[in-house]
């Protein structure tokens, strides 16, 4: 595997998977890692400021190490006091707080959700288990694709693993009525050195056509609001199977080699799935 990239601001927001960061990227110095600070400093400049579901501002702190109590663990303390432990000079966690910034409704929720599982009375965290609830939320705050679509027999190709019929026969229709905005932070980080096999996963949102004829913040806000309410209510992410494997080099126009129907043949990557999948929408 390739070295992690050392920071170029200029490079990141040039390629498709970097598209929902692109804004605030250009908002950060050309040079130098971007430290705890810098990334305060782009809160200070959101409008409106990004709040916790506790209600408490949030902020980005330095990490601490060691065993910690329950109100300084991450969930909690993030949950509690809206401080996101930070490590410095560490991608995983700058992009963590990237995705804060594009999608803070979402991140939120995620939140809120790993909180609540932690604090309920005879909830499978509360005996010691992670449970079914935060495996789910895990799995989309590291990995999530938002994929929102306005054609439903499209999100029906993708659920059933119809890879080659949906990014390649089904082209053009993909590139107008359906679009991919990476979640996870996790993912993010992957793609800065993209490779066969990697692979994001899809949390499907219908959208309305007229959806994608809107400015991208446009479509970044509306995706935010509707992922965040989707979190908020108990009977969804309750299962890894309300998530769709996404292989992120297929997409359109997402990698040189793909504008070839042959790409597609490569079934060590695009691999036949399950059927019967539970659909989320």
Request: proline share 7%; with cysteine.
């Amino acid at each position: 595997m390739k070295p992690i990239p050392e920071w170029n601001k200029e490079a990141l927001p040039h390629t498709p998977a970097f598209a929902p960061l692109h804004s605030i990227v250009m908002r950060l110095e050309p040079d130098g890692f971007p430290t705890v600070q810098d990334c305060n400093a782009l809160l200070a400049a959101q409008r409106p400021a990004i709040e916790v579901h506790s209600g408490q501002p949030l902020s980005f702190v330095p990490q601490e190490y060691g065993k910690l109590p329950f109100d300084l663990q991450y969930e909690p303390r993030c949950y509690l006091k809206g401080e996101v432990p930070t490590r410095a000079g560490n991608w995983h966690d700058l992009l963590n707080a990237l995705v804060w910034l594009a999608f803070p409704q979402a991140k939120a929720a995620v939140n809120a959700r790993h909180f609540r599982e932690l604090t309920e009375a005879g909830g499978a965290s509360a005996t010691g288990r992670r449970g079914a609830v935060r495996d789910t939320t895990t799995l989309l705050d590291e990995s999530g694709v938002i994929v929102a679509y306005a054609d439903a027999e499209l999100a029906g190709l993708l659920r059933d693993f119809q890879w080659k019929e949906l990014f390649w026969r089904r082209r053009a229709q993909v590139l107008s009525a359906m679009g991919f905005y990476l979640f996870g932070h996790g993912l993010y980080e992957k793609a800065l050195n993209p490779y066969i096999g990697l692979t994001g996963q899809g949390l499907l949102l219908p959208v309305e056509p007229a959806f994608f004829a809107w400015p991208y913040n446009r479509q970044l806000a509306h995706l935010d609001a509707l992922l965040a309410d989707y979190l908020n209510s108990g009977e969804h992410c309750r299962s890894t199977r309300e998530l769709t494997p996404v292989p992120v080099l297929g997409i359109p126009g997402w990698a040189a080699d793909n504008e070839n129907a042959t790409y597609y043949d490569n079934t060590g990557y695009f691999r036949t799935g399950r059927h019967g999948r539970h659909a989320n929408n």
